[in-house]
C-alpha cells in the first residue's frame, strides 16, 4: 500500500510527500528561464469536502512562483 500525500507517521506503509513549492518553482525557471515562453496559464479547480481541500496549494504556490518571476497574469487563471 502507498499513501500519496498522508501525513502518517509509522513506517509501516510507504509514502510520498508532495513539496509543491519547490516542483513548481523548478517548472516555471524551466519553462520560463530555460525554454523561453513568455507566460504560463492555469486551468484547475478543488475538490472540496468537510475536511479537505484539494487543489488550493498547488494552484497558490503556482501563482507565487509566477510572481517571483514577475510572470503572473491573472487573466490567465482559471478556478
Do not use: W
Not at 6 to 21: G, H, N, P, T, V
Not at 50 to 58: M, N, Q, S, V, W
Request: hydrophobic residues 35%; without cysteine.
Amino acid at each position: 500500500m502507498l499513501f500519496i500525500g498522508s501525513d502518517r507517521r509509522d513506517y509501516q506503509y510507504d509514502r510520498i510527500i508532495m513539496y509543491y513549492r519547490e516542483g513548481l518553482n523548478q517548472m516555471v525557471k524551466y519553462i520560463l528561464d530555460d525554454k523561453g515562453y513568455g507566460s504560463l496559464g492555469y486551468i484547475g479547480g478543488y475538490y472540496e469536502t468537510e475536511h479537505l481541500i484539494i487543489g488550493k496549494t498547488r494552484h497558490l504556490e503556482l501563482i507565487n512562483a509566477l510572481k517571483q518571476h514577475d510572470a503572473y497574469n491573472e487573466a490567465r487563471f482559471s478556478v
